[in-house]
């Protein structure tokens, strides 16, 4: 009994411990595909509800993902938006999932083309496409406003399979605690004097 659980355990030990590699390195490898550049941002007050730019605030700057879960500029937090450029470098040719969420309005745009046209009053709502690029750098463009109320604005960009590479290197991790709870529990599992197991 002892030595079954102990062999279970390893059993699992080792499995966990392949998939785990396997999936924090393909995630390495896709995340490594995409060269990436903060974004440039532009601050504007904005002149009504609908999205339209006035007067520039400012300027700043975010990494390439991020995640604003308060948006507020030089104390504007409501009346206020913003154009942001970036560029990402790819190291061959590529389909490339983006996305954006925002409270309120949010658009993408892509060597100069709309992808995404989020832009509306709305609770926070992400949006997604995904489009193949071809080797080389490619320019991004996000527009975005806050009109009144909660504020929120986001973007992510993969290659398809990261996510999937995520859940091995959990599924891995996973199965390794298992395994070692369970070669620890054979392990402890001392038999009896004179007695075999």
């Not at 998939?19 to 060269?35: C, F, H, K, M």
């Not at 604003?68 to 470098?89: L, N």
């Not at 996973?174 to 070669?183: R, S």
Request: hydrophobic letters at 45%; glycine letters at 12%.
């Amino acid at each position: 009994m002892r030595k079954n659980i102990f062999l279970v355990g390893v059993i699992f030990l080792v499995l966990g411990v392949v998939l785990l590699g396997y999936g924090l390195y393909t995630r390495s490898q896709l995340e490594g595909a995409i060269g990436m550049h903060d974004w440039a941002i532009t601050w504007y007050e904005m002149n009504d509800q609908l999205g339209g730019y006035g007067d520039v605030l400012g300027t700043s700057t975010a990494p390439l993902r991020f995640d604003m879960t308060t948006v507020s500029f030089q104390g504007h937090s409501e009346h206020v938006g913003f154009m942001a450029t970036t560029t990402i470098d790819l190291a061959e040719d590529s389909t490339v999932w983006f996305q954006i969420g925002s409270d309120d309005g949010s658009q993408l745009y892509v060597d100069g083309k709309a992808l995404i046209n989020n832009w509306l009053l709305q609770a926070y709502t992400t949006r997604s496409a995904e489009v193949q690029l071809t080797r080389g750098t490619h320019t991004l463009e996000m527009w975005f406003y806050q009109w009144e109320g909660g504020a929120r604005v986001s973007f992510d960009c993969s290659l398809p399979g990261l996510q999937e590479a995520i859940n091995v290197a959990v599924g891995g991790g996973f199965l390794f605690a298992i395994g070692v709870l369970l070669a620890l529990i054979g392990f402890r599992l001392k038999p009896k004097v004179g007695k075999s197991t």
